[in-house]
């Protein structure tokens, strides 16, 4: 009887212990503590309105079906192996979407994942790429959203099995898979090639398809840009590195014009959610697209996932 | 004797439909490629890599207008997967809007070819047209 009590309380002692212990390490402020923005100068709206087409934001925030790309209601359906995500209202309006958070919490939510309300945001906010923005530049972009219309009415909830419909979860996902800071150039390399390199893996975010996934949904390092399966659903993400397959053939001015037109250098054009992308960058300055076309061309080779056999002939 | 026979008239119904399943994916694929080259022909003149040549301005919308016809009925519905198909599913989810897509880029075809008549106007023409490629794709065909 005594030793049954003992090990009853032993068990419970082990138990509040592992909450305490998954409460602490899946905390926001422990596992993604915010980034110091300090004092800031007065935004600079057309970096912010350049940032804003670099990171492709309406391409998921903007209400599906509409012609104006730039009403923020978001809405759009993300689907993926753990459930699906509807992506939210990030028009300025103060109740359905972001008109009342400030500079702070914005920086939270683009570098940590982390909501006003102190919540992790789901990495399919690619915030994993965002973080490399620093304050200056997220200050930018806010200030560019803040001059766009607002929109009434808000997404319907992601529709998530368990575990993943618990967000503290998210917590160890990051405290796995979430690091990094703020960009910083590469002094032995050229001021294009470390533009180039902010925009691709930051605001561009373009390792968020072009790479595939492990099981936790993070990105396998080893393969990154190498493509992969689309986690939407059908079809093949392509490598974007120099394998032989891949842009090793094409030269930095042909990938420079795919970011521009959509035309590959056989004169095809690219199709699916590349389409929409192509959309942003083209309103980037040249500048940008052949400075992301020389980091591209940068990229050792890397064999991603085998594609699976074709059918038919 | 009948039994042999059956089986050889179906054997010989498979293959057909196997061989006119190919058929429109190897058609469809070559008519793209016509676009594909004719756009490679129209980009070079736009850049100024090629003299503006009015026949040649034609013949790269007549290539538009022709394929954009014929496209629609190069997707039965036997043809959704197989030979490297990257037809997306919304094809036949959405065929109303599917053909209407090759209506307006057979109709901006045709107005884009009348409305050049040199090299500036030619420029405006060709941007406004080829922006058909990239809207078409995006809501029909999967990444590749």
């Known amino acids: ?313 | 004797m009948i039994r042999t026979a059956l089986v050889v008239a179906g054997l010989g119904l498979g293959l057909t439909a196997v061989f006119a399943q190919s058929n429109a994916i190897s058609e469809r694929r070559d008519a793209m490629k016509a676009v594909g080259a004719a756009t490679r022909d129209g980009a070079a003149i736009a850049k100024g890599e090629a003299a503006f040549d009015a026949a040649k301005v034609q013949s790269i919308f007549k290539v538009y207008a022709d394929v954009a016809k014929k496209m629609p009925t190069l997707y039965p519905e036997n043809s959704k997967t197989g030979g490297e198909t990257t037809a997306a599913p919304k094809i036949w989810e959405d065929q109303a809007g599917f053909k209407a897509a090759f209506v307006k880029f057979e109709t901006e075809s045709a107005a884009a070819a009348t409305a050049s008549t040199d090299l500036a106007s030619f420029r405006t023409a060709f941007g406004g047209v080829t922006k058909n490629c990239g809207s078409c794709h995006e809501l029909y065909r999967i990444k590749k």
């Open chain 1, 1 to 313: 009887m005594l030793r049954l009590r003992r090990l009853l309380v032993t068990l419970v002692v082990l138990a509040v212990a592992g909450l305490a212990g998954f409460l602490l390490l899946t905390d926001p402020r422990v596992v993604s503590p915010s980034p110091e923005i300090g004092t800031l100068p007065a935004p600079d709206i057309e970096n912010g309105k350049l940032l804003f087409a670099a990171g492709g934001c309406t391409s998921c925030h903007a209400t599906p079906g509409q012609d104006d790309k730039l009403r923020l209601g978001g809405g759009l359906a993300l689907e993926s192996p753990f459930g699906t995500f509807h992506a939210p209202n990030i028009s300025p309006h103060t109740r359905d979407g972001i008109g009342n958070w400030g500079v702070q919490d914005f920086v939270d939510a683009m570098a940590a994942g982390v909501s006003p309300k102190g919540q992790h945001y789901y990495p399919s906010f690619p915030y994993t790429s965002y973080r490399l923005m620093p304050p200056k530049a997220l200050a930018d972009l806010f200030a560019y959203i803040r001059t766009l219309t607002p929109v009434e009415g808000r997404a319907p909830p992601h529709e998530l099995g368990f575990p993943f419909n618990i967000r503290r979860v998210v917590g160890g996902w990051k405290l796995l898979f979430f690091e990094g800071a703020a960009f910083r150039p590469d002094p032995s390399k050229s001021e294009e090639w470390n533009r180039g390199a902010y925009l691709v893996n930051g605001p561009g975010h373009c390792a968020e398809c072009h790479s595939n996934r492990n099981a936790l949904g993070a990105i396998v390092k080893a393969t990154r840009f190498a493509g992969g399966p689309d986690p939407e659903g059908k079809g093949w993400v392509p490598n974007i590195t120099q394998a032989e397959t891949a842009l090793a053939k094409w030269s930095k001015a042909e990938i420079a014009e795919l970011l521009k037109s959509g035309f590959t250098p056989s004169f095809d054009s690219v199709g699916g959610t590349m389409a929409a992308v192509v959309r942003n960058t083209a309103q980037l300055p040249e500048a940008d697209r052949q400075a992301m076309a020389e980091y591209l061309k940068s990229l050792p080779a890397v064999q991603g996932p085998v594609r699976p056999a074709r059918t038919g002939s």
